[in-house]
T-cell receptor
Framework: GQNIDQPTEMTATEGAIVQINCTYQTSGFNGLFWYQQHAGEAPTFLSYNVLDGLEEKGRFSSFLSRSKGYSYLLLKELQMKDSASYLCAVKNSNYQLIWGAGTKLIIKP | GAVVSQHPSRVICKSGTSVKIECRSLDFQATTMFWYRQFPKQSLMLMATSNEGSKATYEQGVEKDKFLINHASLTLSTLTVTSAHPEDSSFYIC????????????FGQGTRLTVV
Protein backbone atom coordinates (compact mmCIF):
# COMPACT_ATOMS: atom_id res chain seq x y z
CA GLY A 1 0.00 0.00 0.00
CA GLN A 2 0.87 3.65 -0.07
CA ASN A 3 1.28 5.67 3.07
CA ILE A 4 2.61 8.93 4.36
CA ASP A 5 3.66 9.17 8.00
CA GLN A 6 4.09 12.34 9.97
CA PRO A 7 3.70 13.15 13.67
CA THR A 8 0.18 13.94 14.79
CA GLU A 9 1.01 16.96 16.88
CA MET A 10 4.00 19.09 17.84
CA THR A 11 4.43 22.02 20.20
CA ALA A 12 7.00 24.78 19.86
CA THR A 13 7.74 28.21 21.31
CA GLU A 14 7.32 31.51 19.52
CA GLY A 15 10.63 32.60 17.98
CA ALA A 16 12.06 29.10 18.00
CA ILE A 17 12.72 26.57 15.22
CA VAL A 18 10.71 23.41 14.59
CA GLN A 19 11.26 20.49 12.22
CA ILE A 20 8.33 18.40 11.01
CA ASN A 21 9.31 15.03 9.58
CA CYS A 22 7.57 13.03 6.90
CA THR A 23 8.31 9.52 5.66
CA TYR A 24 6.63 8.01 2.66
CA GLN A 25 6.09 4.79 0.79
CA THR A 26 4.39 5.27 -2.55
CA SER A 27 4.13 3.61 -5.94
CA GLY A 28 6.61 5.82 -7.71
CA PHE A 29 7.65 9.36 -6.94
CA ASN A 30 7.02 12.57 -8.82
CA GLY A 31 7.58 15.12 -6.12
CA LEU A 32 6.82 15.90 -2.51
CA PHE A 33 4.75 18.80 -1.32
CA TRP A 34 4.22 20.59 1.94
CA TYR A 35 0.99 22.45 2.57
CA GLN A 36 -0.23 24.55 5.46
CA GLN A 37 -3.84 24.17 6.51
CA HIS A 38 -5.68 26.25 9.07
CA ALA A 39 -8.74 24.68 10.64
CA GLY A 40 -11.75 24.76 8.35
CA GLU A 41 -9.77 26.11 5.42
CA ALA A 42 -8.23 24.67 2.28
CA PRO A 43 -4.53 23.81 2.18
CA THR A 44 -2.04 26.47 1.12
CA PHE A 45 1.01 25.47 -0.90
CA LEU A 46 4.33 25.90 0.91
CA SER A 47 7.00 23.97 -0.95
CA TYR A 48 7.84 21.36 -3.53
CA ASN A 49 10.84 19.02 -3.69
CA VAL A 50 11.59 16.60 -6.48
CA LEU A 51 15.39 16.38 -6.19
CA ASP A 52 17.40 15.55 -3.08
CA GLY A 53 18.45 18.47 -1.00
CA LEU A 54 17.20 21.55 0.73
CA GLU A 55 14.82 24.13 -0.71
CA GLU A 56 14.72 27.39 1.20
CA LYS A 57 11.91 29.90 1.00
CA GLY A 58 12.04 32.63 3.59
CA ARG A 59 11.39 31.26 7.07
CA PHE A 60 10.42 27.88 5.64
CA SER A 61 12.77 25.22 4.26
CA SER A 62 12.03 21.75 3.01
CA PHE A 63 14.44 18.84 2.66
CA LEU A 64 14.14 15.66 0.63
CA SER A 65 16.01 12.35 0.58
CA ARG A 66 14.51 10.09 -2.05
CA SER A 67 16.67 7.11 -1.13
CA LYS A 68 15.36 7.27 2.44
CA GLY A 69 11.79 8.18 1.54
CA TYR A 70 12.12 11.09 3.91
CA SER A 71 11.42 14.79 4.02
CA TYR A 72 11.23 17.49 6.62
CA LEU A 73 9.78 20.96 6.82
CA LEU A 74 11.81 23.42 8.86
CA LEU A 75 10.12 26.51 10.24
CA LYS A 76 12.31 29.26 11.68
CA GLU A 77 11.49 32.29 13.82
CA LEU A 78 8.13 30.84 14.67
CA GLN A 79 5.17 33.20 14.87
CA MET A 80 1.81 32.61 16.48
CA LYS A 81 0.19 32.66 13.05
CA ASP A 82 2.21 29.56 12.16
CA SER A 83 -0.13 27.54 14.37
CA ALA A 84 -1.78 25.25 11.83
CA SER A 85 -1.65 21.76 10.43
CA TYR A 86 1.16 20.94 8.04
CA LEU A 87 0.42 18.35 5.40
CA CYS A 88 2.99 16.27 3.57
CA ALA A 89 1.87 14.93 0.19
CA VAL A 90 3.61 12.84 -2.45
CA LYS A 91 2.75 12.67 -6.13
CA ASN A 92 3.05 9.03 -7.20
CA SER A 93 3.77 7.47 -10.58
CA ASN A 94 0.15 8.04 -11.62
CA TYR A 95 0.50 11.71 -10.68
CA GLN A 96 -1.98 11.25 -7.88
CA LEU A 97 -1.39 13.18 -4.68
CA ILE A 98 -1.14 10.92 -1.65
CA TRP A 99 -1.67 12.93 1.53
CA GLY A 100 -0.41 12.50 5.06
CA ALA A 101 -2.83 13.09 7.91
CA GLY A 102 -1.07 16.31 8.82
CA THR A 103 0.90 17.51 11.81
CA LYS A 104 -0.88 19.95 14.08
CA LEU A 105 1.65 22.55 15.19
CA ILE A 106 0.89 24.44 18.38
CA ILE A 107 2.89 27.59 19.02
CA LYS A 108 3.17 28.82 22.60
CA PRO A 109 4.20 32.34 23.60
CA GLY B 1 -6.58 36.72 -4.80
CA ALA B 2 -8.53 33.50 -4.93
CA VAL B 3 -8.46 31.71 -8.25
CA VAL B 4 -10.93 29.02 -7.25
CA SER B 5 -14.33 29.79 -5.79
CA GLN B 6 -16.08 27.02 -3.90
CA HIS B 7 -19.46 27.45 -2.27
CA PRO B 8 -21.20 27.10 -0.04
CA SER B 9 -18.52 27.27 2.63
CA ARG B 10 -20.84 25.76 5.20
CA VAL B 11 -24.08 23.87 4.85
CA ILE B 12 -26.33 22.06 7.26
CA CYS B 13 -28.92 19.76 5.80
CA LYS B 14 -31.40 17.20 6.98
CA SER B 15 -30.75 13.53 6.55
CA GLY B 16 -32.13 12.27 3.26
CA THR B 17 -31.81 15.54 1.36
CA SER B 18 -29.31 16.41 -1.36
CA VAL B 19 -26.65 19.08 -1.33
CA LYS B 20 -24.83 20.59 -4.28
CA ILE B 21 -21.33 22.02 -3.95
CA GLU B 22 -19.95 24.21 -6.72
CA CYS B 23 -16.34 24.78 -7.61
CA ARG B 24 -15.47 27.44 -10.13
CA SER B 25 -12.13 28.54 -11.53
CA LEU B 26 -12.06 32.30 -11.83
CA ASP B 27 -9.33 33.09 -14.30
CA PHE B 28 -8.17 29.88 -15.90
CA GLN B 29 -9.56 26.77 -17.53
CA ALA B 30 -9.00 23.21 -16.37
CA THR B 31 -9.88 19.97 -18.09
CA THR B 32 -9.27 17.99 -14.91
CA MET B 33 -10.43 18.54 -11.38
CA PHE B 34 -10.19 16.63 -8.13
CA TRP B 35 -12.70 16.32 -5.30
CA TYR B 36 -11.39 15.49 -1.85
CA ARG B 37 -13.03 14.67 1.44
CA GLN B 38 -11.39 15.28 4.79
CA PHE B 39 -12.64 13.93 8.11
CA PRO B 40 -11.42 15.56 11.33
CA LYS B 41 -7.76 14.89 12.07
CA GLN B 42 -7.42 12.80 8.92
CA SER B 43 -5.76 13.32 5.60
CA LEU B 44 -7.41 14.51 2.43
CA MET B 45 -8.88 11.53 0.66
CA LEU B 46 -9.36 11.71 -3.08
CA MET B 47 -12.95 10.91 -3.96
CA ALA B 48 -12.95 11.33 -7.69
CA THR B 49 -11.30 12.90 -10.68
CA SER B 50 -13.58 14.77 -13.01
CA ASN B 51 -12.79 15.48 -16.61
CA GLU B 52 -14.59 18.12 -18.62
CA GLY B 53 -17.14 16.60 -20.93
CA SER B 54 -16.75 13.01 -19.73
CA LYS B 55 -17.66 10.83 -16.78
CA ALA B 56 -15.79 11.22 -13.54
CA THR B 57 -13.42 8.55 -12.31
CA TYR B 58 -14.22 7.49 -8.77
CA GLU B 59 -11.81 6.09 -6.22
CA GLN B 60 -12.42 2.70 -4.74
CA GLY B 61 -15.06 2.77 -2.04
CA VAL B 62 -16.70 6.00 -3.23
CA GLU B 63 -20.28 5.50 -4.38
CA LYS B 64 -20.74 7.15 -7.76
CA ASP B 65 -24.53 7.16 -7.41
CA LYS B 66 -24.29 8.97 -4.11
CA PHE B 67 -21.66 11.54 -5.03
CA LEU B 68 -22.65 12.91 -8.40
CA ILE B 69 -20.00 14.91 -10.18
CA ASN B 70 -20.65 17.13 -13.15
CA HIS B 71 -17.79 18.85 -14.95
CA ALA B 72 -19.83 20.53 -17.64
CA SER B 73 -17.39 23.27 -18.54
CA LEU B 74 -13.70 24.11 -18.23
CA THR B 75 -14.42 26.46 -15.36
CA LEU B 76 -17.13 24.72 -13.35
CA SER B 77 -17.46 21.41 -11.55
CA THR B 78 -20.18 20.40 -9.12
CA LEU B 79 -20.42 17.69 -6.50
CA THR B 80 -23.89 16.65 -5.37
CA VAL B 81 -24.23 14.58 -2.23
CA THR B 82 -27.49 12.73 -2.70
CA SER B 83 -29.63 11.36 0.12
CA ALA B 84 -27.16 12.66 2.64
CA HIS B 85 -26.63 10.84 5.93
CA PRO B 86 -24.85 11.96 9.10
CA GLU B 87 -21.79 9.88 8.15
CA ASP B 88 -21.41 12.09 5.06
CA SER B 89 -20.67 15.04 7.33
CA SER B 90 -17.18 16.10 6.35
CA PHE B 91 -15.04 18.81 4.77
CA TYR B 92 -15.17 18.66 0.98
CA ILE B 93 -12.50 20.40 -1.10
CA CYS B 94 -12.10 20.79 -4.83
CA UNK B 95 -8.77 21.19 -6.53
CA UNK B 96 -7.72 22.21 -10.01
CA UNK B 97 -4.26 21.19 -11.18
CA UNK B 98 -2.38 24.27 -12.28
CA UNK B 99 -2.07 23.94 -16.04
CA UNK B 100 1.52 23.93 -17.20
CA UNK B 101 2.84 23.29 -13.72
CA UNK B 102 3.76 19.98 -12.15
CA UNK B 103 3.87 21.54 -8.73
CA UNK B 104 0.97 23.57 -7.61
CA UNK B 105 -2.72 22.97 -7.57
CA UNK B 106 -5.41 25.48 -6.83
CA PHE B 107 -7.77 24.58 -4.02
CA GLY B 108 -11.24 25.79 -3.32
CA GLN B 109 -12.01 27.19 0.11
CA GLY B 110 -13.71 23.98 1.17
CA THR B 111 -17.27 23.16 2.20
CA ARG B 112 -18.14 22.02 5.70
CA LEU B 113 -21.14 19.72 5.35
CA THR B 114 -23.12 18.78 8.43
CA VAL B 115 -25.97 16.34 8.04
CA VAL B 116 -28.41 16.27 10.95
Amino acid sequence: GQNIDQPTEMTATEGAIVQINCTYQTSGFNGLFWYQQHAGEAPTFLSYNVLDGLEEKGRFSSFLSRSKGYSYLLLKELQMKDSASYLCAVKNSNYQLIWGAGTKLIIKP
Amino acid sequence: GAVVSQHPSRVICKSGTSVKIECRSLDFQATTMFWYRQFPKQSLMLMATSNEGSKATYEQGVEKDKFLINHASLTLSTLTVTSAHPEDSSFYICSFPREGSVTEAFFGQGTRLTVV
